[in-house]
């Protein structure tokens, strides 16, 4: 896996100025099929969640939950201002998925 420095990261932005790069971290306990994504900037975590759903192995009485710096965000804010809020020094939004059983 190539990690990104700064400067490089900054040229990233600048060349993909309407996405924002997102992370799923690896505390986070659903099984996904890719951890990276660059999402448009104006896309709602809502959005993002039914998006994220297509692609995780859950069981239909598994619900999942979405943190972000271990609160769990409005899923009426965009991308945009979460990354604004919560970005961190290597310039990914880090995200933690944890899943819950719905009935018991």
Same mark, same amino acid.
């Given at each position: ?11 990233? @932005? !600048? ?5 924002? +790069? ?8 659903? #099984? *996904? ?18 998006? @994220? !759903? ?5 069981? +239909? ?8 710096? #271990? *609160? ?33």
């Amino acid at each position: 896996m190539k990690i990104l420095s700064i400067s490089s990261m900054d040229e990233f @932005l !600048r060349r993909h100025p309407n996405r924002l +790069p997102v992370k799923i971290d690896e505390e986070s306990d659903v #099984g *996904i099929d890719r951890r990276k994504y660059l999402i448009p900037r104006e896309m709602t975590l809502g959005n993002f969640i039914t998006y @994220l !759903r297509t692609r995780v192995d859950l069981e +239909p009485h598994e619900a999942m939950f979405v943190l972000i710096g #271990g *609160i769990l965000p409005p899923i009426s804010s965009t991308i945009e201002t979460l990354y604004i809020e919560h970005v961190a020094e290597d310039r990914l939004l880090h995200i933690v998925l944890k899943k819950e059983n719905t009935f018991g």
